[in-house]
C-alpha cells in the first residue's frame, strides 16, 4: 500500500515536498522503481517524474524539469518529491505508484499503464 502526504496550498513561487511511504510489506521496496503523476480536474492523469529502484536513475516531465527532484529513501520505504518554484499549472492530484515489474528501468516508462498499487493522492493547490 501506498500513502502520500504533504499536498497543501501554496503561493506560486513557492515550494512543497510530497512523502510517498509504503506499507504492508506487499512488495519488496528497494526492488521496485517508483513515480508521481499528477491529475488535474477535467484532464487525464500525467506522468511528473520517475526514480529507478536503485536510485541511480531518474526521469522528469518537460514541466517540471529544473524545478521538481524525486528521491528515495529505501531503508524508510519512501519516495519523496520536492517542488520548487511552483506554478499554478502544477495544482492537481499528486499519485505515487511502482514500477509494474522488478528492477525494470524507469527511463521510458512514462505511461500510466507502467506502474500499480496506487495510492490515494494528495491535493497540490497554488494560487497565483
Known amino acids: 500500500q501506498l500513502v502520500e502526504s504533504g499536498g497543501g496550498l501554496v503561493q506560486a513561487g513557492g515550494s512543497l515536498r510530497l512523502s510517498c511511504a509504503a506499507s504492508?510489506?506487499?512488495?519488496?521496496?528497494?526492488?521496485?522503481?517508483m513515480a508521481w503523476f499528477r491529475q488535474a480536474p477535467g484532464k487525464e492523469r500525467e506522468y511528473v517524474a520517475a526514480i529507478s529502484w536503485s536510485g541511480g536513475n531518474t526521469r522528469y516531465a518537460d514541466s517540471v524539469k529544473g524545478r521538481f527532484t524525486i528521491s528515495r529513501d529505501n531503508a524508510k520505504t519512501t519516495v519523496l518529491l520536492e517542488m520548487n518554484s511552483l506554478k499554478p499549472e502544477d495544482t492537481a492530484v499528486y499519485y505515487c505508484a511502482r514500477r509494474r515489474w522488478e528492477k525494470a528501468a524507469v527511463i521510458a516508462a512514462t505511461a500510466v499503464n507502467d506502474y500499480v498499487d496506487w495510492g490515494q493522492g494528495t491535493q497540490v493547490t497554488v494560487s497565483s
Open positions: 504492508g510489506r506487499t512488495f519488496l521496496f528497494s526492488n521496485y522503481g
